[in-house]
């Protein structure tokens, strides 16, 4: 009995029963506890007729219900950008309210019950049905392996542009990818953060599907077979690669990536403690002309491997950003050997270089004259009377990142005059 009417249904007859009742309804079940709570939480909005162009939302205090976003697509038709928590079962319908709408982020939160194969809840009455939504951007977290009813969304997305998802163990539709392939075609930019379970799958439907990819960061997640496969027979452009993966990524991973995205722009690696200089060596060798950013942030290899950055500064002479950040034991020597050839800088992370002293503020104003943007936090070694001669003989600076004890009233003073934003 208690199965027989769609939550939507219920969480209906909920929000018409009188005030000295409806407490008495989350009594019956759990599944009537979570929907009561869910047909409770209100988003109120007080508007004016200037208001109604309301073009970006974000609320994140609680699961919005279906009806509530219903409501709020009649009185803000403007609305581009959205960032909303919901509950389950998703309904996803609403989305079609928003015509304008080109960003959208849903957190899932924890707790309620996927939809069951074959309930088309809110969804779609046609299984094979899809809109034509206007979305650009997708973030999605929180998505379970037991989730039903995302294929629509899916199906509707085919002018995504970006797509990002978090903390996410399936893609819907009980881990079938039949129907997210077809928002691949035309994605730039792919986001998976904390996606173990699903990674190698998403990543061989980008290699198989999308060959307009241009950007793909991954953090803690996927497997060593499935990322060599995706390098190995992706046939897209790469141009940017970020990755925080601890244990997964290695020298052949490396290799693979310098034979196939050779116009490689941007390479950021953090905490990637199984690469050795071999695959970085490889790799600047491949992309010298064009990498333009790199990034070995808390990577032991810098540390481990002597002559290292020497060898990728003669290689990446064109680089116009470097981070280098919490490598302790980092040294002058090591730092200064690669910002000799490093003479396009304008962007140097180096945050939590304990090894560091003023001898690398020296080689920075002597190499590198072109630097904007520089971050020396917590470099225990860097003294006050170094920052000061950094400061004010830095023709270009314009952001500098440093502990407010170390700036002297004189520096300070002479940053406000150069328009220099002094950061602490």
């Known amino acids: ?207 198989e599907n999308c060959d307009s990819l241009a950007s793909l960061l991954i953090y803690d997640g996927g497997s060593r077979e499935g990322l060599l496969r995706f390098f190995s027979q992706c046939h897209c452009n790469l141009q940017k690669l970020d990755f925080r993966l601890p244990l997964d990524l290695k020298n052949d991973h490396l290799l693979a990536v310098a034979t196939n995205f050779r116009s490689l722009s941007s390479l950021r690696l953090q905490s990637c403690c199984l690469v050795s200089g071999e695959g970085l060596k490889a790799l600047g060798t491949a992309v010298n002309s064009g990498l333009e950013e790199l990034a070995l942030i808390n990577c032991d290899v810098v540390e481990r491997e002597p002559g290292l950055l020497s060898t990728l500064g003669q290689n990446l002479k064109k680089l116009k950003k470097l981070d280098l950040s919490y490598n302790e034991m980092l040294f002058d020597k090591e730092f200064m050997s690669m910002l000799v050839s490093c003479n396009y800088l304008v962007d140097l992370k180096v945050r939590g270089c304990k090894g560091l002293t003023n001898a690398s503020i020296i080689s920075m104003l002597k190499s590198c004259k072109r630097l904007e943007s520089v971050d020396i936090m917590h470099c225990h070694g860097i003294q006050a009377e170094a920052i000061e001669s950094f400061v004010l003989n830095s023709p270009q600076l314009r952001r500098v990142q440093v502990e407010q004890c170390k700036i002297s009233d004189f520096a300070k003073t002479w940053a406000s005059h150069k328009f220099v934003e002094a950061v602490a």
């Open 1 to 207: 009995m208690d199965n027989l009417l769609c939550d939507e249904l219920v969480q209906e007859v909920f929000l018409r029963l009188p005030p000295s009742s409806s407490s008495s309804v989350s009594l019956v079940s759990k599944r009537w506890l979570h929907l009561h709570r869910t047909s409770r939480t209100s988003l109120t909005l007080r508007l004016t007729g200037d208001d109604s162009t309301l073009h970006s939302l974000r609320f994140l205090g609680g699961p919005i219900s279906a009806s509530s976003l219903t409501s709020l697509s009649a009185a803000c038709t403007q609305l581009t950008s959205l960032c909303i928590s919901l509950s389950r079962p998703l309904f996803l319908m609403w989305i079609i309210g928003f015509p304008k709408l080109k960003e959208l982020s849903i957190m899932v939160c924890s707790g309620g019950v996927g939809v069951e194969q074959g309930n088309d809840y809110g969804v779609s009455a046609d299984e094979d049905s899809g809109a034509e939504l206007g979305l650009e951007s997708l973030c999605l977290s929180g998505i379970g392996a037991g989730d039903w009813g995302l294929g629509w969304l899916w199906r509707s997305c085919r002018k995504l542009k970006k797509l990002q998802l978090k903390s996410c163990e399936g893609v819907g539709d009980g881990g079938s990818f039949s129907s997210f392939i077809m928002c691949l075609q035309g994605v730039e930019e792919v986001e998976l953060r904390t996606c173990r379970s699903i990674l190698d799958g998403v990543l061989l439907k980008l290699a």
